[in-house]
Structure formats: structure tokens, C-alpha cells
């Protein structure tokens, strides 16, 4: 037979596998060697108890805080840089972190900000005035990047000076309450007066020196970085000693490792796959509202900042009765149910209701409720006519209207057909096309859009947000490839750019007055069709890790990924720990405290072996007291 | 590139390998150039990727202009390009800025130790299975051998790799990591660090050792075959000698001659092969590398990763008409 | 002697007196080819017949070709549009949905049954886009290069070299970024699968090109003055045929797979279902919540008809190629 041809190689083979196989075996065993002991060590558990490891479908790609763009890179910059304020974790409104206290002039024109003393940075040089003084003074540079990303912040800034080692003042051109939270990260001079504004872009920042209260230890762009906490953080050592941000390729993956314990807490799940983590031993769900709402924009009249008309819109879509229509067409709790799966809420304002001050409620009767016959009859009387195909018609012309779906969202995949769906129920044909943000952004840029959809994180001071829609954010430069502002509505009304300038000088309940009927205008010129606010579905190995300060401070507020802030990463430590050992860290007096395992619906034994050891406490301690209760009556007697 | 239709008529042997050489520079110029106008022609627009389309100014714009070559004449850039990639200089990521070499050259290594493993693996065992199929063709281990890897050839790999994904890494076994290629925490050093890349080889190795044999085993069986019915065969028999010593010592190694050479040809091709597998594990090789590229689109990665399989196909095909030209003396006179 | 005519019967029996008569007109060339491949078809469907595993795929074929062609008749296309699914999302098998639903609450074995029908449009499309194209360059740069005068080789040499280059670059990354350029949609993908999988079609076409032009009937055309498109139209193609015919079928396997891999990767059209597609919403809406069936239906039924299309394939290789008989 073939025996001596094939026994070494069939040798090899088995060898090989065996090799392979023993290995395999090995592995798990080398890894479980480090997992907590007394609970189910999961399989991969490689990491010790102080390590804790955060998983998100994004990644930090640069850590040059001015190239930043993902929210992986902010929830970073926000743990290795301090801001000179902080928003509140009760209420958002503006908390010290390195400025202690403010105060300004009574023409509001003149502010003075006191530095914290005693702040290090990360390679030992003291922080002072004079780093708050150049940040800021960097930040206004005119037409720099720097001044394009804190625009929302510094805008109003004309100078910063320090006057004193651990005193700045700055000057504003009018009052301007957003002064009170300068949520501006502040940078060492002694680094970044080497950077020059041309070598900005190219400058990686790779051993970034902050004074935050974690360093960075080792960075794989797009990848994953690793923190270690800052020993001498001012605001007090960390609960934990290392901080990993591990990237997934898709959250199906991010899901499988938070269940069996690579990772510690995992961000952007989709809601079914964090539906589907309900019941699993050791991990709680999060279910937070947060700043977040994904619209239906559509382009009716992209224009430059100069009103000339660009790209290839359908005209249609100029004429407010179609987009009215639209609105009234699709189904938006619908899309809540079966996309979102209950994990959030229909849309209606810009500015999400997680921010109770400013959201605006659109009264019953003007809401863009589900009403497909009314949507059909708009059409109807506006001109458009069913045709055969069941696209209507009018004037020749068939409403036949581009989607362009962004392939990096899932849920806005998902919503797509839905959308398609119900407008052609009303007789509007829709293409849709999938692409890439930055194609999109592109022909949204252009103006080479009729529809799509995408989605905006709004943070607490709603300045940003609202920006987005004045004139001056529309698209500038030439044909063939302007460039866009933030607009992506193109919407363009003097009248709410004059709102707008008014609202950067007033404060609590006036301002709030304004922003709401900012958001009564653009609710009723329908440029965005909002769909939905959704949640972030958050969840974690409360086996293992506790001392999460949510914000706002309530049992489903956000425990990480919070809105421009950072409140819990000082505050987590390892269950079982006693919480003074982060309770008097800055912020974390509002921590939650140690969180059993119980909190999924299966049987515990620890939570049985818990019941009945406190109620053997309780028999034991009434037998006592019992005694007690004799001797003294006795001694009493006595 | 098949010697056997386009021979060289020459008789020394040194310039018939010359001519392979040569002939596969060309072909490798060719691809330079097609590589780059299909790049060329794709809408690119660095300055959008890069900043994520926040407000440039010009002055910006044009910087990130110049970075990326980019406004130059076309010949102008087609030289560069040349001149750079002679260098080994690849271009810069759109999406990250990063020298596209140091990218390709990090996503390297994974690849290469998965598909190298997977084909040493499929190689062995296909080959194994082909020659004891095809021996006794017809027999029992044949006809399962057979069935089961032809189910194999339909299978779609990604598909078998989820599958293994659920059934080791998803459910209660968690025999196996959920993917990636070091546990992340990292810090893993020397042996336990071998051991932990090996425990997440596995599974995508699997994969890609299933869905590679199925192919090699048929061709090695069919080749065997072939090999049985040749006319030497005959004539040993009637000289008298014994017949599966003489398959042994001839009719295998004969067999084997062509199928290695045609596992070698797709050698080239198993670079861009692991795509797929690589995606579904999230392993960080330069399948992944490219298929992220893709979808930023982070052109200068993409063209570096074109380049690179290429020039793969393109070794793998010369290294295997060479073997064949000098192992083979029927092919030589062809 | 009775001739054999064209419907099979022979001559009636003369009438009386009528003796001298010929018997029956001699066939027409065309009724003799006619007559000529009936035979070889009967011969070729009892050679065929004997192949197993042709014969299984054979059937398989038969049923998928069936199920995708009954589809409006087997499960309302209102089942596609998720606006109209009540259904439990990632719900396991029930009566009424035997396969589960998706994430959206569609019956899987509704999305099955019309994915068929793409898939196999897809497939067999693309496959046709590539067999001509291959085909038409296989058969071109065989003819030319056969020819002695350096104008042939030339053709043939360039031909070659565009061939290479669509060899040498790899199919699946070529395809990604025509696909994403062009846009995802039906149509794409079968250009797209068509335009990158010619080119080993082209070189097994050329080599039997080649071997085809050194036959004797060849040289006596070429005497006899047949220009170049009648050479290659009326003699070289048809000797090529059978063995396109069997790397067709086997192409299509191949079409297939790859339509797979481009919807998996999210390349293909969103709204109209294939089987790639439905592996690609798998994993990536299901399977982490543990819906299993959703993806194994379809990777189960892509097996199955890849594998039908390869045996049939490879029985079709044995019956009309000897050499390659019991494999």
C-alpha cells in the first residue's frame, strides 16, 4: 500500500494537529489563571481585577485633540487632559475642575478665572495661569482649526492673559453666559508652543502630556490604546490602574466578549444584541437617554453662503407641502418598536428632551404624527397625481426621490426599507444607496443629494447644534467640490440667524425661551424629519466592576460615554472594594455604590447564600439582643 | 503565463528561466500602471477624509493637497508614483495619515501566518486525502472523502467561519476567543504570548485549512488518476514489475509534480483569499486592511494592498513555473 | 432500403406498379444533422444518466430552478416588505414561519424562496456576461495566434496580457472596489462578478483554440478561402463548445459563491434579497441574539446549489470529454 509515502506525512499531519490542539487547550488555561476567583471565571478573562476594559465599535484615531473626530477620541482626550470646567453631573451646568472659581466684570465683558494650585503635569512641569492663558489664546486664532473645533466656547474671546500665576483673565466682545462652562481641554505651553499652526494636521501628539487622571500608556491607532491611572491626580487616584479601549470590527463581536468577560463594558451595542445580553450572569443593562436623535434631512435649496443654488436636488423637495407629507407618511414609533426595540423615543425637536430646559414640545395638533391618508391627501391637492406605476405625477414629472443611507449604522440600514416602504405606500418612489460617511458628506457637501439619513449627538449647551442651521454654515467655495460648513440642511432664514445671535447673550430662562422657538421654527419648515432620540444601551460586568457616577444622576443616566464628561472613570473600582477608596475623588461623592449580582432575573447562588446568611445575622443578632435584653433586665434587677 | 501553451523555444535552460523573469516584470509594470489609473479614476477627495469634513480653509486645503500629491499633472503624479514606489514609499493613509508601507507591513505578518499555516495544513492533508482516494479510486474512503469535500468547495468560507464562530466562541463551549489575534489587554510576552496568538489562530486557521483542501484534494485525486492510466504504467506491468511498487515509486511523485505546482499558482491568490475569514474573525491582517480601506475609502491603503496581491500572484506564479521547468522535463521541451 | 426521414418513420411500401420508383428522397445535409445530433443527444442523456452524482445535482437543480421560478405562487412578496411584518423580530421556527423570522420580523423562508430567484438570476447572468466575454477572447486570440504572421501574434499577445492582468489581480478586491465605485445594486453586481471572472474561461478557450486550429478541416477552410470571422464562427467555436458548455456550469458555481461574498460584505443591493444578503443581515442583526436558523438557511441552500451546479458540471466534463470519464 501507499504506507511509506504517506505515514510521515500523515505523521506530520497528526503532529501538527496535536500541536495545534495542545495549544489550544493551553491557552485557556494559561488565561482563566487570572480571572477573580470565586465566580465563573469566563474564558478570556485575561485581564486582572484593576484592569478595566471598555469596548466600542469606534476608536481613538489620533490623539492630536484638534484632528479629533470620533467620540472615541473625546471620551480619551477627556481622561488624559483636565477642561478648565466641567458639566455638572447633576444638572450640566458648569462645575470647576481646573479653574476653582470665576467671577466677571459688570459689563459681563471681563472675566477672571482662578487656576487650580498644585496641578502636575504628566512629565512633572507644574501646571499654571500661563498653559490656561496660551490654550486660549491658541483656541482664537482666526481661521485656524483650533478655532473651528471650540468655536461654540471661545467664540465670543478676544484675549486671555495671565495675570498671575494661577489667575487669567480674559475679555469677551459682549456677555456671554457660555463663559461660565469653558468646557475647553487645556494644553501645556512648554509642548505646544513647539507646534506650529502648518504642522498642526501632522502632528500625532503620540506621548501626549496632560494632567488628566490617566496617562497614555500604549496607542494602536484605530485600534485600541491602554491607560494607566495618574497617581497624583489632584482630584484622587483612580479605583483602577489600567483603562483599555478596544475597538470591534462589529458590535456581534463587542457583544460575545462583554458575555464572556474580555471585556468589562461595551458601548454601541445594536438594541437587539443589548436586548439579547438580558439574563446573562454578571452583566447589567443600561437603557440611558441621552443627547442623541438620527433625522430624515432633506435638501431643499442647498445654496453657499453666497445664496448661489448647487448640486442636482429634486426640486420637489423645495416645495414644503412634499416634506410634509413625508413627515406625516412614516411611522416614526413604529421605527421605535422594531428597530430601536423600545430603546428610545419619536422625534420631533433638535434639541433632545434629555435637556428639559431647552427641548421644545410641539403641541398635539402641529405634530407630524403618522398619517398616511393625510400625507396622500397633501400630495393630492399640492398636484401629484397616482400614476399607473403608483408613483404620482405632476406637471410630467414623476416623484421619484435618492435615499443615501450611511453603511456605517446599522439601525439607519435597518430603518431604510421601513422608510421606503411607507412612502411608496403614499405613492413616492425612493432609490437608496448606501455609502460611506465621508461620500456622503461629500455630496451633501456638493449639494448631490434629495434625502438621507443621519443622526447628531447634541451636548448641553445647545450652541453647537443650533449653529448648524444659520446661514453661514452652508457650503463655501466653487464648483466642482465646495467645501461644506456643518450645515447639512442648508437651512437659511435671517430671522432665526438673528435668534441666534440673541441667545448667545442671555441665560437661563430667557435663553431657554429663544432656543425654543429656534426649534418652533425649523419643527415647522420640516427640513429635518427627525425619526427618533435613542438611547444609548449601555452594559457592564457589575460582577466585577462598581462605583459608576451616572450622569444625570439618576439609575439610568449614562455610566460611561456621558455628555461631554467624564464623571465616572475616577470613580469605578473593583466590586468588592470599599468605596473610600474612590468616594472622595472629585465628583464621586455621587457614585453608586457596590452593586450585587443580583440584578439578573436568574437563580443566584450568591444571592441565595446572601438571604439566608443575613438571615442567620438577623437570628443571630435577635438571639442576642434577646440575651442582652435578660442580663439586663437582670442587672437591672439587680 | 501557463508554460505549457506559450514555451519558450529555446533550448538552454538559463534562458528559458530568464525569459519567465522577465516576462513576469512586465507583467508586474502592468499592474503598476493599471493600479494606478484605476485609483486615479475613483472620486477621491484626502482632504475630506482626513479632517472628517470640518471647515478647511485654502490654505489648509492645499497643505493636505501637497501631502497626498494631489494637483499635480497626471503624468507628473504617474512619475512620482513610479519613482516612490521603487522606494518602497507607498503614499500616506487618507484616514489616518500614516505611511501606508508601515500599515501593509503590520497587516503583513498576521496574514501571512494565517494563510501560511492554513496552507501548510490544507496541503498536507489534502494531498494525503487526494492519494488515498485516488488510489483506490471508488473505495469507501473515496466516496466519503469525495462527498465531504465537495460539501466543502460549495461552502462559502465566511459562512463555515460563523458557524465555527457561534458554535466555539458564542455559546456555553467558549472554547475559543471571539476573534482578533491577541487577547487585548495584551502584554502577553514570550511563550504565553505564542500560546495566546495560537489559541485565536485557530479557529480562522480551521477555516481556512477546510475551505483550502477541499480544492488541493481533488486536484491531487484527479491528478492521480490521470497519472494511473499513463502508458509507462503498462509497460512496467508487462515487464513484470510489481504494480504498487511501481505506482509508489512513480505514478505518486509524478501525480504530485503538477498538483504542487498548481497549489503553488494558487498560492498567490490565498493573500486576498483570507478576506473574508479575516473579516469574520477580526483578525488584523491585510484582508482586513483592505476591506476597511474600502469602506473609508482610504485609496492609497487600498492601492498599496492591490499592489501587494498582485505582486503575490505574480511571485507565486513565477515560482511555480520555475519549479515545473525544472522539475518537469516533458514541460521543458514543450 | 428505407430511408430514415426525419420524423423516424420509414417509407410507406410502394403502391402496386410503382416498384421501379427510388424508394425515398435522400436526406437533406440539414435533416441529416438534424437526425445526426438527435442521436448524439440520446447517447449523451444515456451517458449521462449513468453519473450518480450528476443526476443528483441534476435534481437539485430542477427543484431550486422550480422553487425560484414559483416564487410570487409559494410566498406573497408583501412577506419582503418589513412595513407589513408583525411578526416577533429573531422569533425561532413556528407554524407559520417555519424558518424563523429576521430582525425585522419577516419570514425567513419567505426571504429563502425569493432569494432564490436573485441568486440565481445573479448567477446565472454574471456567468453569461463572463462565457461571452471569455469566449469571444479565448476564441479571437487562439484563432490569431495561431497564425504565422506577427499581426496574429500580436493580437494574440496583447489579448494575453489583458488577460493576465485580470488573472493576476485578485478577483475579490478588484470587485470590491468596482462595486463600491459603481454603487450597490443588482445590476453592479453582476457586471461586476461578469467583468473580473472572464479571464480563466479565455485561457481554457485559447488553449482549445489552439489545439482546434492545427485540425486538417481547418487548413482545407483556409484554402478555400473562409475569411477570419467564418473560421472562427463556423469551425473553431463549435469544436470549443462542449467544453465551454462544462466550464459554464462550473463558472456559475463559482458566480454564485462570489455574489455570496459580495453581499456578505455589504456590497450588494439592500432591498432585493439574495441568499449573500440574507447571510450578511445574519450576522450582522441576528446571530448575536442567538437567531441561528436565519443563518443557516441560506448558507445550507448556497451549498446546496453550488454543489448541484459542480456535479452537474463535472458529469457533463466526463460524458463529453472520455478522457475525464470515472473520475
Known amino acids: 500500500m501507499l504506507r511509506s509515502n504517506s505515514r510521515p506525512r500523515l505523521r506530520l499531519a497528526a503532529a501538527g494537529l496535536a500541536l495545534c490542539a495542545g495549544l489550544a487547550t493551553a491557552g485557556p488555561a494559561l488565561a482563566a489563571r487570572s480571572a477573580p476567583a470565586g465566580h465563573l471565571a469566563p474564558v478570556t478573562a485575561a485581564h486582572g481585577p484593576t484592569t478595566f476594559v471598555v469596548g466600542n465599535t469606534d476608536a481613538v484615531d489620533t490623539l492630536n485633540p484638534f484632528n479629533g473626530f470620533t467620540s472615541q477620541d473625546f471620551e480619551v482626550y477627556g481622561l488624559i487632559y483636565d477642561n478648565l470646567m466641567d458639566y455638572g453631573q447633576l444638572d450640566y451646568s458648569g462645575a470647576p475642575r481646573l479653574a476653582t472659581s470665576w467671577s466677571h466684570s459688570k459689563d459681563g465683558l471681563t472675566w477672571t478665572y482662578h487656576i487650580r494650585k498644585g496641578v502636575k503635569w504628566s512629565d512633572g512641569v507644574p501646571l499654571t495661569a500661563a498653559d490656561v492663558a496660551y490654550t486660549f489664546q491658541r483656541n482664537i486664532q482666526p481661521n485656524s482649526t483650533e478655532f473651528a473645533d471650540n468655536e461654540a466656547y471661545v467664540g465670543q474671546i478676544t484675549s486671555a492673559v495671565a495675570t498671575g500665576p494661577y489667575t487669567v483673565v480674559m475679555k469677551v466682545r459682549h456677555y456671554s453666559p457660555v463663559m461660565n462652562r469653558l468646557i475647553v481641554p487645556i494644553l501645556p505651553e512648554h509642548i505646544w508652543k513647539n507646534v506650529s499652526e502648518k504642522q498642526l494636521a501632522s502632528f500625532a501628539n503620540n506621548n501626549p502630556v496632560g494632567s488628566g487622571p490617566f496617562i497614555v500608556s500604549s496607542f494602536s491607532a484605530n485600534q485600541s490604546i491602554t491607560l494607566k491611572a495618574n497617581p497624583g491626580y489632584w482630584g484622587g487616584k483612580p479605583g483602577i490602574k489600567t483603562l483599555v479601549f478596544q475597538r470591534f470590527d462589529n458590535p456581534t463581536a463587542e457583544k460575545l466578549a462583554l458575555a464572556n468577560g474580555s471585556i468589562d463594558f461595551a458601548e454601541d451595542l445594536t438594541p437587539a444584541l443589548w436586548q439579547s445580553l438580558k439574563g446573562t450572569p454578571g452583566v447589567k443593562l443600561i437603557n440611558a437617554p441621552a443627547g442623541n436623535f438620527d433625522e430624515l434631512a432633506f435638501n431643499n435649496g442647498a445654496a453657499t453662503v453666497d445664496n448661489k443654488p448647487i448640486g442636482n436636488g429634486n426640486p420637489a423637495l423645495t416645495d414644503i407641502n412634499v416634506r410634509h407629507a413625508i413627515s406625516y407618511a412614516i411611522n416614526t414609533s413604529e421605527l421605535v418598536k422594531k428597530v430601536l426595540l423600545g430603546t428610545g423615543s419619536p422625534g420631533t425637536s433638535v434639541i433632545p428632551p434629555i435637556y428639559a430646559q431647552f427641548h421644545y414640545t410641539p403641541p398635539a395638533s402641529a405634530t407630524y404624527h403618522y398619517d398616511p391618508a393625510r400625507a396622500s391627501a397633501i400630495l393630492t391637492a399640492d398636484g401629484w397625481k397616482l400614476g399607473p406605476n403608483g408613483i404620482r405625477v405632476k406637471d410630467g414629472k414623476q416623484l421619484t426621490l435618492r435615499l443615501f443611507v450611511r453603511n456605517q449604522s446599522p439601525e439607519q440600514e435597518q430603518d431604510a426599507p421601513y422608510i421606503v416602504g411607507w412612502l411608496k405606500a403614499v405613492g413616492i418612489g425612493v432609490t437608496t444607496t448606501s455609502m460611506s460617511d465621508s461620500q456622503l458628506t461629500a455630496d451633501i457637501g456638493n449639494g448631490q443629494y434629495d434625502m438621507f439619513m443621519w443622526g447628531w449627538g447634541v451636548e448641553p449647551n445647545p450652541d453647537f447644534q443650533l449653529s448648524t442651521f444659520t446661514c453661514g454654515q452652508r457650503s463655501t467655495g466653487s464648483a466642482p467640490n465646495y467645501t461644506p460648513g456643518w450645515s447639512d440642511s442648508f437651512y437659511c432664514d435671517p430671522a432665526y440667524d438673528k435668534l441666534y445671535s440673541q441667545q448667545q447673550g442671555l441665560d437661563g430662562a430667557a435663553r431657554a425661551a429663544v432656543v425654543k422657538q429656534m426649534q418652533q421654527m425649523l419643527y415647522l419648515d420640516d427640513n429635518y424629519s427627525l425619526l427618533y432620540y435613542w438611547n444609548d444601551t449601555q452594559a457592564y460586568r457589575s460582577d466585577l466592576f462598581t462605583g459608576f457616577a451616572p450622569q444625570p444622576n439618576q439609575p439610568n443616566g449614562l455610566y460611561l460615554y456621558q455628555e461631554v464628561s467624564w464623571w465616572s472613570y475616577r470613580c469605578i473600582r473593583p466590586a468588592g472594594t470599599s468605596p473610600s477608596l474612590t468616594e472622595h475623588n472629585i465628583g464621586c461623592e455621587h457614585e453608586i455604590g457596590a452593586v450585587t449580582a443580583a440584578t439578573t432575573s436568574g437563580v443566584n447562588g450568591g444571592l441565595i447564600g446572601g438571604i439566608v446568611a443575613a438571615v442567620i445575622v438577623v437570628a443571630l443578632a435577635g438571639v442576642l439582643i434577646a440575651r442582652r435584653r435578660k442580663t439586663a433586665t437582670a442587672d437591672e434587677r439587680e | 503565463m501557463s508554460v505549457i501553451l506559450d514555451g519558450a523555444r529555446s533550448s538552454g535552460l538559463a534562458r528559458t528561466l530568464a525569459v519567465k523573469v522577465v516576462s513576469a516584470v512586465v507583467t508586474l509594470f502592468f499592474v503598476l500602471v493599471c493600479n494606478f489609473f484605476l485609483f486615479r479614476v475613483l472620486p477621491a477627495d484626502p482632504a475630506k477624509n482626513l479632517t472628517h469634513n470640518s471647515a478647511l480653509t485654502a490654505s489648509q486645503l492645499a497643505a493636505i493637497n501637497r501631502t497626498f500629491g494631489l494637483g499635480l499633472p497626471l503624468p507628473r503624479q504617474f512619475w512620482n508614483y513610479l519613482v516612490q514606489t521603487f522606494h518602497g514609499n507607498l503614499g500616506r493613509s487618507f484616514v489616518n495619515q500614516l505611511p501606508v508601507a508601515q500599515l501593509i507591513g503590520q497587516a503583513l505578518w498576521p496574514t501571512i501566518l494565517l494563510v501560511g499555516s492554513a496552507t501548510v495544513l490544507s496541503t498536507v492533508i489534502g494531498i494525503w486525502i487526494g492519494i488515498r482516494g485516488g488510489w483506490n479510486r471508488g473505495g469507501r474512503f473515496d466516496k466519503t472523502s469525495t462527498a465531504f469535500v465537495n460539501v466543502l468547495y460549495a461552502m462559502p468560507d465566511f459562512w463555515l467561519g460563523m458557524v465555527l464562530l457561534i458554535a466555539f466562541a458564542g455559546s456555553a463551549l467558549r472554547l475559543f476567543p471571539d476573534g482578533g489575534m491577541h487577547n487585548f489587554t495584551g502584554g502577553s510576552t514570550g511563550l504565553a504570548g505564542v500560546a495566546d496568538v495560537l489559541w485565536h489562530l485557530a479557529l480562522p486557521g480551521l477555516v481556512l485549512t477546510l475551505v483550502y483542501l477541499a480544492e488541493y484534494s481533488l486536484v491531487m485525486r484527479s491528478s492521480l488518476i490521470d497519472e494511473l492510466k499513463a502508458d509507462y504504467l503498462l509497460t512496467a506491468r508487462a515487464k513484470g514489475l510489481r504494480d504498487d511498487l511501481v505506482r509508489r515509486r512513480h505514478a505518486v511523485p509524478n501525480a504530485l509534480l503538477p498538483s504542487v505546482t498548481l497549489i503553488m499558482l494558487n498560492l498567490g491568490f490565498v493573500i486576498s483569499g483570507a478576506i473574508t475569514t479575516e473579516t469574520v474573525f477580526s483578525w488584523p491582517g491585510l484582508g482586513r486592511l483592505s476591506y476597511v480601506a474600502l469602506n473609508a475609502p482610504d485609496y492609497p491603503t487600498l492601492e498599496g494592498c492591490f499592489l501587494l496581491f498582485s505582486a503575490a500572484v505574480i511571485l507565486a506564479n513565477l515560482i511555480g513555473d520555475l519549479l515545473l521547468t525544472v522539475f518537469d522535463p516533458r514541460v521543458r521541451q514543450a | ?327
Open chain 3, 1 to 327: 432500403m428505407n430511408a430514415v426521414t426525419s420524423s423516424g418513420a420509414t417509407d410507406p411500401v410502394p403502391a402496386p406498379g410503382l416498384e421501379s420508383r427510388p424508394a425515398s428522397p435522400v436526406p437533406t445535409p440539414r435533416q441529416l444533422a438534424r437526425t445526426r445530433r438527435r442521436a448524439a443527444l440520446a447517447r449523451f442523456w444515456r451517458e449521462y444518466r449513468k453519473d450518480r452524482r450528476g443526476m443528483f445535482g441534476l435534481v437539485v437543480l430542477a427543484v431550486m430552478i422550480a422553487v425560484a421560478l414559483a416564487a410570487p405562487v409559494l410566498a406573497s412578496s408583501r412577506g419582503l416588505n418589513p412595513i407589513y411584518a408583525t411578526a416577533t423580530p429573531n422569533a425561532g421556527p413556528s407554524l407559520a414561519y417555519p424558518l424563523g423570522t429576521d430582525a425585522d420580523g419577516r419570514s425567513v423562508l419567505t426571504l429563502l424562496i425569493w432569494g432564490s430567484r436573485n441568486s440565481l438570476l445573479v448567477g446565472l447572468t454574471a456567468t453569461l456576461i463572463s462565457i461571452l466575454i471569455g469566449a469571444l477572447v479565448g476564441v479571437v486570440a487562439g484563432h490569431f495566434g495561431s497564425i504565422r504572421a506577427r499581426a496574429g501574434r500580436l493580437t494574440d499577445n496583447v489579448l494575453m496580457r489583458g488577460t493576465d492582468w485580470f488573472l493576476v489581480v485578485p478577483f475579490l478586491p478588484l470587485a470590491m472596489v468596482l462595486a463600491r465605485t459603481l454603487g450597490p445594486s443588482l445590476g453592479v453586481i453582476i457586471l461586476v462578478i461578469g467583468l473580473t471572472s472572464w479571464a480563466g474561461t479565455a485561457r481554457i478557450v485559447r488553449a482549445q483554440a489552439l489545439a482546434v486550429e492545427t485540425r486538417p478541416y481547418l487548413e482545407r477552410a483556409k484554402a478555400l478561402g473562409a475569411g477570419h470571422w467564418h473560421q472562427m464562427y463556423r469551425h473553431v467555436l463549435p469544436n470549443v463548445m462542449p467544453l465551454l458548455l462544462a466550464n459554464t456550469i462550473l463558472t456559475v458555481a463559482g458566480t454564485i459563491l462570489a455574489e455570496t461574498t459580495l453581499s456578505f460584505l455589504g456590497l450588494g443591493d439592500p432591498i432585493r434579497p439574495t441568499w449573500g444578503q440574507m447571510l450578511g443581515s445574519a450576522y450582522e442583526y441576528g446571530v448575536g441574539t442567538g437567531n441561528l436558523l436565519w443563518l443557516l438557511a441560506p448558507g445550507i441552500a448556497v451549498i446546496l446549489v453550488v454543489l448541484a451546479f459542480t456535479l452537474v458540471g463535472h458529469a457533463l466534463e466526463a460524458v463529453l470529454d472520455p478522457k475525464l470519464r470515472e473520475r
